[in-house]
């Protein structure tokens, strides 16, 4: 699989988490800054998905000869 292709899967999972976290949790008031707002949940929970599908490790032939 393509290391983009997979970088923008997670991302896009993430994305919906974030939204499903807005939907089913988030609150109604405006007092919670990141759950209250539909574009800032998705986009934070696009931005955890981000970081996490960024894999800092080498592949093996990326790695020097020992």
Do not use: F, H, Q
């Not at 923008?8 to 609150?27: D, P, Q, R, S």
């Not at 707002?37 to 929970?45: D, V």
């Amino acid at each position: 699989m393509n290391i983009w292709l997979k970088r923008g899967l997670v991302t896009l999972l993430g994305a919906i988490g974030g939204y499903a976290y807005y939907y089913y949790i988030g609150c109604l008031g405006g007092s919670c800054p990141i759950t209250s707002n539909p574009y800032i949940s998705t986009a934070y929970g696009a931005l955890i998905g981000a970081v996490a599908g960024w894999s800092s490790k080498p592949k093996d032939s990326e790695k020097p000869p020992a």
